[in-house]
């Protein structure tokens, strides 16, 4: 089950609590609550304060820095990596779920503090220099390019995806672009031999990526075009292009304007789109927990109403199978009667008649009939009295 504690809650906890007592509270290890308070950017006490502040000596406590870009202002401690909004707490429908408070910065004044801390792109000239991604793009061109070469008939299928000049445009321009933001804290990461796309995590935010052909066609079993020139037109797109905010997400190759000259302003639009999405999902969060709320509210009372009818259906059910078997212990009381009136008629008729039934085998067949009489009786079996 999630738990979501604020950061500066969080704070206050490991510096009056120690680290082994919160991490048993919430089922983890003391080593992953200390993992996910440094990920956070919480301090902890050092070693030897537990000691010095039963000693009643003076501690020192680190202040608590500011949030990181990206980060939430919730440390979730059991959630999912693959449940986007987490689970719900289990007292759902009791809590009064209050709208986020709004961030002391707006996404322009991140911004604004990003550029005066981001330094000027420069995109080099090879990639000697190159960023752990791009270097192992290259490295897995290499077989290809041997096979390619060393083929007597050189289909394009087999080429290198990355020695063309527009691919190696292309990747000059990402591995500046991913170099910056490493310097800022934003990890890059990729998968395939021929990507389309990149990712940088921002926080715990990720950042889709692409620089490319307008229309690119790439797989990891067809190569690209090695004569293409670095003239061809490249696109930018961060988060896909999608609309964040007023933020640019998207820029496009003029005759006179090179994307090459806006990686600075794209490093940090990627950074601010990281903040943007961890905004985002704080509201979602928000938005889902109504709704699940106000689910479980209606499901509740479909249930309760459910649960009425069932138990007026069981009682009216109830009531008709007292009511039959009233009916039934009645007709079993008329019949032990009628089987009592037919012994007294048999022994009275056998009384007067010329050739009479002897009388051990009348009082036999009386004495079967009268206890079958007896049986059948709700009153002398008292059967009229169970579940009333």
């Known amino acids: 089950m999630q738990t979501n504690i604020s950061r500066e809650t969080l704070y206050e906890l490991v510096w ?9 509270q919430h089922g983890i290890s003391d080593v992953a609550f200390a993992k996910t308070c440094k990920q956070h950017n919480i301090p902890l006490p050092p070693r030897g304060h537990w ?3 039963e000693a009643g000596k003076k501690v020192y406590r680190q202040p608590l820095p500011e949030r990181a ?3 939430p202002r919730d440390v979730a401690f059991g959630a999912s990596k693959w449940d986007y909004y987490g689970s719900a707490p289990r007292n759902l429908i009791e809590l009064e779920l209050t709208p986020p408070q709004p961030f002391v910065e707006t996404l322009g004044e991140v911004r604004a503090k990003l550029a005066k801390r981001v330094k000027q792109v420069t995109v080099s000239r090879d990639l000697s220099l190159a960023h752990p991604v791009i270097r192992k ?3 897995a061109d290499i077989p290809r390019r041997e096979k390619y070469l060393a083929s007597t008939y050189r289909s394009l299928y087999d080429a290198p995806f990355f020695d063309s000049p527009f691919e190696q445009r292309r990747l000059r321009a990402l591995n500046a672009l991913f170099l910056c933001l490493e310097k800022n804290d934003a990890r890059v990461t990729s998968s395939g031999k021929n990507p389309e796309e990149f990712y940088a995590r921002v926080g715990l935010s990720d950042v889709s990526i692409s620089i490319d052909d307008p229309k690119p066609e790439r797989s990891s079993w067809h190569g690209g075009d090695i004569a293409k020139v670095a003239a061809s037109p490249l696109v930018v797109k961060v988060s896909r292009g999608a609309t ?12 006179d304007d090179r994307v090459e000259a806006y990686l600075t302003e794209i490093a940090i639009n990627v950074i601010v789109a990281g903040e943007y999405t961890c905004r985002e999902r704080e509201n979602s969060r928000y938005q889902w927990l109504v709704k699940y709320k106000a ?3 209606e499901r509740a009372h479909r249930e309760r109403d459910e649960a009425e009818k069932a138990e007026r259906e069981r009682r009216v059910k109830e009531e008709k199978a007292r009511v039959d078997r009233l009916l039934s212990e009645s007709k079993a009381l008329r019949e032990a009667e009628e089987i009592r009136a037919y012994v007294a008629s048999v022994r009275k008729l ?3 008649s010329m050739d009479p039934v002897p009388e051990d ?3 036999n067949w009386a004495l079967w009939a009268l206890e079958q009489a007896d049986r059948i009786d709700p009153v002398r079996s008292r059967r009229f009295l169970i579940d009333r």
């Open 16 to 24: 009056t609590t120690p680290v082994k007592a919160l991490a048993s």
């Open 51 to 53: 000691a010095k502040l």
């Open 69 to 71: 870009i990206g980060m």
């Open 137 to 139: 793009l290259l490295e």
């Open 244 to 255: 964040l905010d007023e933020l640019r997400t998207t820029w496009h190759d003029k005759s």
């Open 295 to 297: 689910d479980l509210i």
């Open 350 to 352: 056998n009384e007067n």
């Open 361 to 363: 085998e009348l009082r």
